[in-house]
């Protein structure tokens, strides 16, 4: 099949789809041929010119709103999107949130709470109402966005780690389960990325010396920090016939920045 058309047909929701690398992912599932239902939850006008931009390279999409740890409003998103598009064949669980770079002895339950409810249990939810329609079409495939951190457990960074771990672990749960069903489910794991939250880290990370992600681009592996098409295309070929053999892995997408992981 023609890359360009090896999505062609099917519906894809990706989380978080207006901005940073959900939009990429979007754009990126839109140009090979699905219809997309791009996620928001608070920057309605990003969703809206991601849905533009779609729209204007000959894609279909829509914007539909939803905190991804809202059970209600994710429930009507999926009756929107099924309704609007058809049963939903890719979910690209994307929507994320940062901690606030605290020990743990300095951070409150409630932001642990947050981050697990965004990262994981929000994930859960939406993934067991898509599921039944799923499992009738005539592939699946569910792609979890992560993150390096998940393994490298970092200092002060508890509760994101904590909820990236509980993404992948599900992750590698839903592979087993849904096998027979003919959906795959993997995981994609990021390094530092140039998007707005990888700005944000980065100014952190280097006391601002460094104000945006790309300031880093000649110190990094292939003399650029990881674009947010970059993962896209990660995402893209994981849907794709091409990796129709394919469940239960984690590709970690940093350069070959780090040499080991566990």
Known sequence: M????????RVALVTGGGRGIGRAIARALAARGAAVAVNW?????????????????GGRAIAVRAPV????????????????????DILVHNAGIASRGNTVADTPVAEVEKLLGVHAIGPHHLTGLVLPSMR????GDI????????????????PYNMAKAALEALAHTLAKE????????NIVAPGLVATDMGDRLTAALTGGAARQASDLDASSPFGHVCRPEEIADV????????????????????????PHRP
């Open 235 to 258: 995402v893209a070929f994981l849907v794709s016939p091409a990796a129709g053999y394919l469940t239960g892995q984690r590709i970690v997408v940093d350069g070959g920045a780090q």
């Open 136 to 139: 009738g079409c005539a592939r």
């Open 41 to 57: 939850s608070r920057d309605e006008q990003s969703a809206k010119d991601t849905v533009a931009q779609i729209e204007s390279e």
């Open 178 to 185: 849904e096998a027979a069903h003919g959906i795959h489910v």
């Open 2 to 9: 023609d890359v360009a058309n090896s999505a062609a047909g």
């Open 69 to 88: 740890q809202d059970h209600e409003a994710v429930a009507a998103m999926v009756e929107q999107v099924v309704a609007e598009l058809g049963a939903i």
């Open 143 to 158: 792609v979890m966005v992560s993150s390096v951190a998940a393994h490298q457990l970092g200092a002060n960074g508890a």
